[in-house]
């Protein structure tokens, strides 16, 4: 059976604080009435509690778009989770390709990341993905199984409950290609094979995983239809109120008609 789909919107370092209170107060009118979808906004660091206070009462939850492994301490320029928690965020984006890429995390580091998120019961986003060049080199899957299992490590069946999982290949992230529905779905599935094999079917099938890579309006659907497609990780297009809300009303129609079919 389908999940309800989750769609997180990450706005990267875009955004002054009070222009991200304008446009979550856009977006949330964009997106009203939120239904059979759940809807999660990361905005930079800095936003999050002015954002926090626009999002009271309403089924958007907030996320953020790192966090660093330790609870605190003499840790200059990191975020810790319980100043998350603080300003009610209840997701936290790790392990992103740009994180990867231009801050040199690597999936040891993650890992830590993604133990400390679980104890102060943030949920992780954990990413993983593939270059062009491991792509082309056929080493996708490889590449992807080693970021799981490293990132997820020595977690107990307990905690992957917790745990969203979300595929970008780094070679869609801002470039306007996107993986195509196919291609998507290829790996997700061996995702949720690899995920089934290590915590057991039962708990395997339950892990959100989303796509992320240029997910737009236009291509939003069709990913979403795939069986083993939960969301999206959305990037650029989330910085636009109602761009995002219409992906938003995408995925609610892949999952409203894959319920009644
Ligand atoms: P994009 O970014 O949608 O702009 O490709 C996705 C992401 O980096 O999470």
Redesign the pocket.
């Known amino acids: 059976m389908k999940k309800k789909p989750l769609i997180a919107g ?1 706005w ?1 370092m875009y955004k002054t604080a009070s222009e991200a209170v304008t446009l979550v107060q856009t977006l949330k009118a964009a997106v009203h009435p939120v239904m059979n979808v759940e809807i999660v906004i990361c905005p930079p660091f800095i936003a999050l509690s002015e954002v926090s206070k626009v999002l009271t009462d309403t089924p958007i939850e907030l996320g953020a778009q790192n966090m660093y492994s330790a609870p605190e301490g003499a840790f200059t320029g990191e975020i810790s989770p319980m100043m998350l928690k603080d300003v009610r965020c209840r997701f936290v ?1 790790l392990g ?3 994180r990867r890429q231009y801050f040199k995390e690597d999936n040891i580091l993650i890992h830590e990341k993604v133990k400390t998120a679980l104890k102060y019961s943030l949920v992780p986003i954990v ?1 993983v993905g593939e270059t062009l060049e491991e792509r082309e080199g056929k080493a996708h899957f490889d590449v992807v199984k080693t970021q799981l299992d490293e990132c997820l490590g020595n977690l107990e069946k307990d905690d992957i409950a917790k745990v969203v999982i ?1 595929y ?1 290949p780094v070679w ?4 306007g290609k996107t993986a195509t529905p196919d291609q998507a779905e290829q790996m997700h599935s061996y995702i949720r094979r690899l995920l089934n094999e290590r915590f057991g079917k039962e708990l395997g099938v339950k892990v959100p995983i989303l796509y ?4 737009k309006p236009d291509n939003a659907r069709s990913l979403m239809e795939k069986p083993n497609i939960d969301g999206a ?6 910085l636009k109120a109602e761009t995002f809300a219409q992906i938003v009303r995408e995925a609610r129609m892949a999952y409203e008609s894959g319920v009644n079919a």
């Open positions: 990450n990267k984006i992103h390709s740009e990413c979300a970008e869609a992230i801002g470039t992320g890579g240029s997910v990780l959305v990037g650029g297009a989330s």
